[in-house]
């Protein structure tokens, strides 16, 4: 299959690659400068000033909201038209957020576009939409595994005019930015309904409501991530209106999945892009460099590895093109098993083509200089988030013995 894209395709890509060129890069220096002052003075969850510089250019400029497709808040780009502009976006770590198309924002703002009111949506949309504020999906619990999501035990209670959370969550993205005014919590509100993909549901939840509360920043391979971040959150008889439900009771596993399948792409389109940054630093790593009297690129076991990452590169993105496709011409119900395939390729890829450039580095490979440490620990993370490999894989086999059954 030839995937083909329009010319107006074709200009956004440029106009965001020059973007990204022009303006993210050169301020990636000044943005690791503000975090690292913070981080010095006690408190690294700040708001960088370059950040939202960038925000406010790439707004008037007219790249915003990219991954919205067929929205009228976003650009109404297909999930195949989306995919290059990802990857672009995810050879510079910032460069999503400078767009408004970061996680989990872009899965949060997606889920109140599909489910929820038109008053949650004024409150809480809007904002989004506008870079104003930033949110956080409470679902991964400590206590279960939560790569099954009908194990979860927060609970969701009905309580007169209100609905009472109760539950522990971790690793909650993002809940420690001072800009995060907003969580979907998902918690189950019929425990002993016989079906067990019905007893959840999921719910808007203002961050500043009494009983939520931060209790630690999660550390990711020792690294606090800030200033997004890893929180783990408390939730003590957190009073919720009624109208604040997304959907229905008992519909948050629906939710979830109509959630996960663009977040997971998404993920796995940045991936793309972060691993053909680290191909091009292992390629001008290895030019430069000479060990036992010749460039290390001429070294057999390297040109073996530049060449194993171009074709291990170049197949992900073609599944990666293939899912977007399945999405925007089946849904992504019927895509399912081509989102689980590209979820368990694109973090397997990344994780092997990073740790080869951060071998070409050698000790530097490690260091904050290169940025391929943080650039691996993303990769390697996102072998857990959105659904483990394990639980990709079944479903990919669940899915292929129906078709002989």
């Known amino acids: 299959m030839a995937f083909q894209f329009s010319d107006a395709a074709l200009a956004l890509q440029a106009r965001v690659k020059d973007f990204i060129d022009s303006e993210i890069v050169p301020a ?67 460069a999503a957020e400078a767009f408004n198309c970061s996680a989990p924002d872009t899965g949060n703002m997606e889920t109140l576009v599909r489910y929820a009111s038109p008053a949650i949506q004024q409150r809480w949309l809007a904002p989004l939409l506008a870079g104003e504020i930033r949110s956080a999906f409470a679902m991964t619990e400590p206590e279960v595994a939560s790569s099954d999501a009908t194990n979860i035990t927060a609970s969701i209670v009905r309580d007169g005019d209100s609905y009472v959370l109760n539950g522990r969550k971790w690793y909650i993205s993002g809940a420690s930015d001072p800009r995060c005014q907003v969580l979907i919590f998902m918690g189950k509100s019929d425990p002993d309904n016989p079906d067990r993909h019905r007893q959840q549901s999921m719910i808007v939840v203002p961050a500043d409501t009494p009983g939520v509360t931060i209790v630690r920043d999660m550390s990711v391979f020792g690294n606090d991530d800030a200033p997004h971040g890893h929180a783990e959150v408390h939730f ?8 604040h439900m997304l959907l229905g009771e008992g519909r948050g596993f629906e939710i979830s999945q109509g959630r996960l399948g663009p977040g997971r792409i998404h993920h796995c389109m940045r991936l793309i892009g972060k691993a053909e940054a680290a191909l091009e630093a292992m390629c001008r790593r290895t ?39 399945m999405m925007d011409t089946v849904g992504n119900k019927g895509a399912a098993r081509e989102i689980a395939m590209i979820k368990v390729v694109a973090p397997n890829m990344a994780c092997k083509v990073i740790d080869w450039a951060i071998q070409a580095h050698g000790a530097a490979g490690v260091s904050q200089d290169f940025g391929l440490a943080q650039a691996y620990a993303n990769a390697r993370t996102l072998r857990l988030a959105d659904g483990p490999d394990e639980v990709h894989r079944n479903a990919i086999a669940r899915l292929e013995l129906a078709r002989y059954q």
């Open 287 to 325: 030019l430069e460099r000479v060990a036992f009297g010749r460039k290390i690129a001429d070294q057999g076991v390297w040109r073996e590895r530049i060449a194993e990452s171009r074709i291990l590169i170049d197949q992900a993105r073609l599944l990666v093109f293939h899912a977007a496709h």
């Open 28 to 94: 990636q220096p000044d943005y690791q400068r503000e975090v690292a002052d913070a981080r010095r003075q006690g408190n690294a969850f700040i708001v960088p000033p370059t950040i939202e510089r960038l925000k406010a250019k790439a707004r008037a400029a007219g790249l915003w909201n990219l991954f919205l497709p067929q929205s009228e808040h976003g650009a109404g780009l297909t999930n195949l038209e989306y995919a290059p502009l990802c990857e672009l976006m995810g050879r510079v770590p910032i």
């Open 236 to 243: 003590d008889n957190v009073r919720v209106p009624l109208d």
